[in-house]
C-alpha cells in the first residue's frame, strides 16, 4: 500500500467588490484592505471536485487545502475544513497581496508533493502552478474521475463543446464556473473546525525573489454606461422590445 | 517595444478574435503582430490579414503545452509580448507561458496603453473595480485579452509564411505527461455562442415553468437561451447554457436578459452583443447599467404582454 493520492486544493480569498461600497481610491496608491473578503467561490468548488476525486479513490486520497491568505484572512479557511477537507494550511507573503499569479504559483509550488492533483478555480493560478511543476494543466473542468489510474476529464471548449481528455495522474485542474457547487458545511465539522488554528507560513523570500509582478498604479470604478430607454410602463417596454426582436430578426435573415 | 507582439488565436472562435488581439497588440505599442494559430486549419487567423505562423499545434489543448508551442514560436519570431484570449484555456496557457520565460502577465485585460515608455494594462479581474497594472519593461509580457473588449483591428499587413516553431521537445511532453483526447462533442447547433438572438435566464425567473415558458418564447422567435449560475445549478439547463467568466461567449446581435441581475462574472461573457435588452423587477440591479433598453417590471407583467405583441403585431 504506497502514501495515499494527494489532493491539493489552493484557496484565495477575494473582494467583495460592489460598487456600494465605502471605498476611497487614492491617483497613485492601492489599498487593498478596504472591503470585506470572501473564500473564492470557484476555488471551493475545486474543493467540490478533489472531494470527489476523494471518494473515488474509496479513501486512499487526502485532500489538503492551502491558504493563500494573510494572518487577518487566516480564519475564513475554516470553513474549508468545515467543507471536508483533511488539511488546512495556509501561506502568505506581502508581496502576494496583489493576487499575482506568478507570485502565488511561485510560493505554492514547494507545497505540492509530487504526483499530487492540484485543483484550483483560477485558469492564472493553475497555468502558472503546472508550468513550476512541469505537468499538464487542464482548464475548463466540469468533472474528473479515476480511471486505470489516470483521470479522465470532462472540460468546456471555447467553441461551446465539449470533450473528454485523459491526464496525469499529476496534473493541475481549473474547475470551470459550471462545474458542481461547493459543499455545504457539515454541522458537527463546521463546529470543529471552528476550534481550528491556522497561521499562515512566511514564504521564502528566494521563493519570489525575481518574479515580475505587474506594479499596481491605481485602481477605480468602471463608469457605468448610460442607458437608452429605461422605463417603468410595461406596455411601452414591451412594444419596444417586440421592435428590437423583430428588427434583430430581420437582420439574421 | 522591442519586438513583435506574438498573438495567439484559439480554434473554433473565428477570424474576428484574432483581429481582436491585433488591436489590443497595437494598443500596446506594436506596429508588427504575428498569429500564432492553435488549429490545425490557420485560415481563420489568415482571414484577420495577419501574418501568420505556421505549425502544427498541440491536438488536446493542455495549457502547459499550449505554452511550449507559443513559447517557441515567440521565440523563432523574435516576439517580445504575447497576446492571448482571455478565456480558460487562454489564460492557463497565458500564465504558463510568463512563469516559462520569467516573464509578466497580466490577466483579463480590458484596455492598453503605453506611458513613459512603459506598457500599462487595465485588467478587469475585479470588475466593477479596475486596475491599472504598469508591466516591468524589461520582461516579455503576456496580456490575456477579454474577448470583445478591443474592437477588431482593421488594415492588413501582408501574409506571410514564416518558419515554423519547434514543436516541445519529446523531454518536455513526457515531463508535462500525455494528454489524450478521448471525445469531442461539438456545440450544439443552438449554441448560445453563435447566436443571433439570445434570451438570458436569470435568478428571477422561478421555477421550471417560468424557465420553458422564457423558453418557449426564444423558441418561437429564433432565439437561443442561456442562463446565468443559479439555474445551471438546478440542472433545468445543461452546462452548455452557462454564460459568463468561464462559461461561454457569445455576440449576438441582441440579447435580450430575463431576471438576470447583471453581475460582472455573467456581463463579461458578453462583451461583444449589439443590442441589450433587460426585463428586472428591481430598478437597482446592475444589467440597467448596460442595458440599450431596460423595463422596471415583474416578468409576470411583461411575458403576457410581449407574446401578445409578438404574435400579433397590429395588436
Known amino acids: 500500500m504506497g502514501a495515499p493520492t494527494s489532493l491539493v486544493v489552493p484557496v484565495r480569498t477575494v473582494r467583495a467588490v460592489d460598487a456600494d461600497a465605502p471605498v476611497e481610491i487614492g491617483e497613485e496608491s492601492v489599498d487593498r484592505d478596504f472591503a470585506s473578503r470572501f473564500l473564492d467561490p470557484r476555488d471551493l468548488q475545486a474543493l467540490a471536485l478533489a472531494l470527489e476525486l476523494r471518494a473515488g479513490r474509496g479513501g486512499d486520497a487526502e485532500v489538503e487545502a492551502i491558504g493563500l491568505a494573510d494572518p487577518a484572512q487566516a480564519p475564513l479557511l475554516r470553513d474549508v475544513a468545515a467543507r471536508g477537507a483533511d488539511r488546512v494550511t495556509a501561506i502568505w507573503d506581502e508581496r502576494m497581496r496583489g493576487g499575482d499569479p506568478l507570485l502565488a504559483a511561485a510560493a505554492l509550488s514547494p507545497q505540492i508533493p509530487d504526483g499530487a492533483v492540484v485543483l484550483t478555480g483560477s485558469p492564472a493560478l493553475g497555468g502558472a502552478l503546472a508550468q513550476r511543476l512541469g505537468v499538464p494543466s487542464i482548464a475548463g473542468c466540469l468533472a474528473a474521475r479515476w480511471s486505470e489510474g489516470r483521470l479522465e476529464i470532462e472540460r468546456t471548449r471555447c467553441d461551446g463543446g465539449t470533450e473528454v481528455l485523459e491526464a496525469g495522474p499529476a496534473a493541475v485542474l481549473v474547475v470551470a464556473e459550471a462545474a458542481e457547487p461547493a459543499p455545504l458545511p457539515e454541522f458537527a465539522a463546521a463546529r470543529a473546525a471552528a476550534r481550528l488554528t491556522i497561521e499562515p507560513a512566511a514564504v521564502p523570500a528566494e521563493l519570489l ?6 506594479g499596481p498604479l491605481a485602481l477605480r470604478w468602471k463608469e457605468a454606461e448610460r442607458p437608452r430607454l429605461i422605463t417603468e410602463d410595461v406596455e411601452a417596454g414591451a412594444a419596444a422590445l417586440a421592435e428590437l426582436l423583430r428588427a434583430a430578426a430581420g437582420a439574421g435573415s | 517595444m522591442s519586438g513583435p507582439a506574438l498573438v495567439v488565436v484559439e480554434p473554433g472562435t473565428g477570424p474576428g478574435r484574432g483581429a481582436e488581439l491585433t488591436a489590443a497588440a497595437r494598443a500596446g505599442g506594436h506596429e508588427q503582430v504575428v498569429a500564432l494559430s492553435l488549429s490545425a486549419d490557420p485560415p481563420a487567423a489568415a482571414a484577420a490579414d495577419l501574418d501568420l505562423v505556421a505549425a502544427e499545434p498541440p491536438t488536446a489543448l493542455d495549457a502547459t503545452a499550449v505554452a511550449a508551442f507559443v513559447d517557441a514560436a515567440a521565440s523563432a519570431v523574435g516576439a ?16 504558463a507561458l510568463a512563469a516559462r520565460r520569467d516573464g509578466a502577465f497580466c490577466e483579463d485585460v480590458i484596455a492598453l496603453a503605453v506611458r513613459d515608455g512603459a506598457l500599462v494594462a487595465t485588467s478587469g479581474r475585479e470588475e466593477p473595480l479596475l486596475a491599472d497594472l504598469a508591466l516591468p519593461a524589461d520582461r516579455f509580457a503576456v496580456i490575456a485579452v477579454r474577448p470583445g473588449a478591443f474592437p477588431p483591428a482593421t488594415g492588413a499587413t501582408a501574409e506571410r509564411q514564416l518558419a515554423p516553431p519547434a514543436a516541445p521537445t519529446a523531454a518536455e ?7 489524450r483526447l478521448l471525445e469531442s462533442r461539438p456545440a450544439a447547433a443552438d449554441a448560445v455562442a453563435v447566436a443571433g438572438v439570445l434570451f438570458g435566464i436569470g435568478r428571477g425567473v422561478e421555477g421550471r415553468d417560468g424557465i420553458e415558458r422564457v423558453a418557449a418564447l426564444a423558441a418561437a422567435n429564433g432565439a437561443a437561451v442561456c442562463a446565468t449560475r443559479p439555474h445551471i445549478a438546478t440542472g433545468w439547463l445543461g452546462r452548455d447554457r452557462l454564460v459568463g467568466r468561464s462559461g461561454a461567449t457569445a455576440a449576438p446581435r441582441l440579447y435580450v436578459a430575463f431576471g438576470v441581475s447583471g453581475a460582472s462574472q455573467h456581463l463579461v461573457g458578453l462583451e461583444r452583443c449589439e443590442a441589450l435588452a433587460a426585463v428586472n423587477n428591481d430598478p437597482e440591479a446592475a444589467i440597467f447599467a448596460r442595458a440599450d433598453l431596460g ?16 404574435a400579433d403585431p397590429a395588436s
Open chain 1, 209 to 214: 525573489a525575481g518574479v515580475a509582478s505587474p
Open chain 2, 80 to 95: 517580445s509580448s504575447a497576446f492571448l484570449p482571455a478565456t480558460e484555456t487562454g489564460t492557463a496557457a497565458g500564465a
Open chain 2, 173 to 179: 511532453a513526457e515531463d508535462a505527461g500525455e494528454v
Open chain 2, 295 to 310: 423595463i422596471v417590471a415583474d416578468l409576470d407583467d411583461v411575458l403576457p404582454v410581449l407574446e401578445r405583441l409578438l
